[in-house]
């Protein structure tokens, strides 16, 4: 019976194409690859429900508050974007330079690459966390 | 000499990591998928420079105006998530089926199925174009 109800599970997660704000999936991080505070998380679907077929493995609007960050990660077999919607951070990428972000930045791990993010402002850092693999 | 030129523009695109809202590359289209009106869109980057090795092809924030619209098209062999960040929309899913959409909202075509969306708000719709593909 448990295989069954998996198996349910999976089509779902398959078909679904619409995923309303009010239906997101929280899932919040404490102290993330070292770094510090909470990641915030609301997904539409998550990496560790995707399908081996499926390209995009999750898609999530995340927000770190002022002075919290995400610390320095490899990404070891598929690709990150963080895509600013609003607020201030610093962006260091795989070569551990930093760069100022905004709102409207596009930024992206690819595989094999690692990156980090820090919320230098005094508003929330809103972005979303898109995760793909080939 | 024009070989090598093009040869330094695409191990740019492959390395770059960070994409500042200044510098996105602008890039509209009309009547998209026999749609209505302009598509305006600022991208990061393109599917057209994408790798073969890189899984997420294209991102973009799109905007479409009041009353315009992305018709109906089939994504082949790519899987193409739009994410709303401001205004209202109805989006249509595979089976046709009508979708009332808005801020926070998330929206995916996988591998093979179709899509389309319409700005039915007063407001510009203003969404995220993230193209994948395995």
Sequence with gaps: MLCVAVAIFATNVAVADVFQKGSLIEYNR???AGGKGTLYGQFAFK???ALKDQAIKEIGWMTLQPG???GM???ETNEDAYIIVSGEGTFKDNDGKEYAVKAGDVTIARK???HALTNTGK???VFLDVI???
Tied chains: 1, 2.
């Design 112 to 114: 094999g690459q690692s």
């Design 47 to 49: 990496r560790d429900a």
């Design 132 to 134: 793909a693999e080939q």
């Design 73 to 75: 990660h490899k990404h």
């Design 30 to 32: 404490q102290d993330v």
């Design 123 to 125: 508003e929330p850092l």
């Design 68 to 70: 919290d960050s995400i």
